[in-house]
């Protein structure tokens, strides 16, 4: 019954301080690698225990507080990028972000970081942590 799963992916963000700043937006950079496509995946971005963005069956539902002011990068989604940004960035806005995509039964995470009160420059940092539940290994 378990047939062999093509749905493994890790989540990857931005590389050192490589946030994309366009005045008071900022993007918190997330792909997928290998870059598959995201298009029929759930992905949930998070602030604490805050839902900012809910993308599920092909709708993108923004969280309470963050209408108008978030997007996910739907015409990303193709080539893997998850990427979520945040215009008319406020200082409240500071702080950690976890994004959440589970393919199937595989969820993986991924944590940027926007400095407090330094939203219109932000320092980003990432953490990726793997709870994968699908572990194929065929040893002989």
Request: charged share 25%.
């Amino acid at each position: 019954m378990a047939a062999a799963r093509n749905n493994e992916f890790k989540l990857f963000g931005p590389c050192g301080d490589e946030e994309h700043q366009s005045g008071s937006a900022v993007t918190l950079s997330c792909h997928l690698s290998p870059e598959i496509s995201a298009v029929a995946m759930e992905i949930r971005w998070f602030k604490g225990t805050d839902c900012v963005c809910l993308y599920k069956n092909r709708q993108v539902t923004e969280g309470r507080g963050y209408e108008g002011r978030v997007n996910l990068l739907t015409q990303e989604l193709q080539r893997g990028n998850i990427s979520l940004q945040i215009r008319d960035c406020r200082e409240s806005d500071g702080g950690d972000y976890l994004c959440q995509v589970t393919n199937g039964d595989t969820t993986e995470e991924c944590t940027v970081g926007v400095r407090e009160g330094k939203c219109s420059r932000s320092s980003l940092y990432i953490n990726t942590s793997s709870s994968s539940s699908s572990v194929s290994q065929n040893e002989s």
